[in-house]
């Protein structure tokens, strides 16, 4: 056991005096992480929504301008979008067709007159079809307000005619004005409010750090296979078992020298992640952990069979890579494994970036622990095939 943990220490030195090796599995994950999450909206997102909108009123009367400014001060719509109330018609129509507007209501001349008739009114909206998801959420709001405003034209006209029938008259200038202080408002109609616990999304720079430590896990492995096979290849392997030393221990030094590694560089890539970007790992690091030492065992079985397929450094930097990056594609670093075709399902159980990136997801999401069993499962068990089948084809010579 001396033997063994000396090996491993040995290798361990090797490794950490390595600045490629270093660069590659520290320096790189995390500026891929950083440019990835913040190009797709992770690093700096602002959690208010400002969609710019206008509202313009050509109304010849006083009643679209009152209906320009309620809803411009509704408190709920503000939080959502930046509402300019505007007054020149073919300016605003020139900026949404540009694309500085996402979307404007246009109030038309025959507004008030039309509201003090109980004539039909129509008021028009202009969208940006780049926009189509947000200027169809401002149509939404327009067709809102129309409705609460004709529910409110429905009351007062049904109120006057009564109050005619019944003989009753107002004084003059005691008619209800469509925009004064009788107006329809948008509370008018109460909602409670019912709070559900929805599914915590997980953001780009979260997804991102999951994929890419899931990635340079495995390319950490690979610079443990470089190790064994430049030792066979300077005979310093061939030394070490004319010693009292084991194939054993040799094996299993190296492969504790590894797994040491990845174990520091995962923990390295988690605390990385979660200071400099802000990543929320989810409420049970503990399973993380584990995933993570799951992964760095799977890898470490890699670079064992990485070290028995090649015999020169170049071998195993021709395999390894492509065998990597095949893993990271099929297990959804790159893209989601959502968006992936069907028939790509049956290749996916294979690659341990899939199991482990897929636990990571769950457990950023609040997903309880035991959500991991199936996962920790099948990286255990490519671990397992893995070793089995480097230490099958494994050469010392």
Known sequence: ??????????????????????????????????????????????????????????????????????????????????????????????????????????????????????????????????????????????????????????????????????????????????GGEDAMVFDAVGVEELQVEPDKQVDMIDYYAAGQTGLFLLFGAMFGAFGFVKERREQTLARMLASPATKFDIVGGKSLGIFAVGTAQFAALYLGTTYLFGVDWGPTPMGIFLIGLAEVLAATGLAMTLSALGNTERVIGGIGPTAIMLFAALGGSMIPVDMMPSWMAPLQAISPVYWAMGAFLDLMRGDPLSVIVGPLGALLGIAVVLFGFGLWRLRFE
Do not use: C, Y
């Open 1 to 178: 056991m001396t033997r063994l943990l000396q090996i491993a220490l040995k290798d361990i030195k090797t490794l950490v005096r390595d600045k490629a090796a270093f660069l590659i599995m520290l320096g790189m994950p995390l500026v891929l992480i950083f440019i990835l999450g913040s190009a797709l909206g992770g690093v700096g997102e602002s959690e208010n929504v400002d969609i710019p909108v206008a509202i313009v009123s050509v109304d010849a009367g006083d009643e679209g301008a009152h209906f320009a400014e309620a809803i411009a001060g509704v408190e709920d719509l503000q939080a959502v979008f930046n509402i300019d109330v505007r007054d020149d018609v073919d300016e605003v129509r020139a900026e949404v067709e540009r694309g500085d507007l996402t979307a404007a209501l246009v109030i038309p001349a025959d507004f008030s007159a039309a509201l003090t008739a109980g004539d039909t009114v129509q008021l028009e909206v202009l969208q940006d079809p780049g926009s189509e998801m947000t200027a169809g959420i401002w149509a939404g709001v327009a067709r809102a307000a129309a409705a609460n405003l004709s529910a409110g034209q429905i009351v007062r006209i049904t109120v006057e005619r009564t109050l005619a029938d019944a003989g009753i008259t107002r004084p003059p200038g005691a008619a209800p004005q469509a």
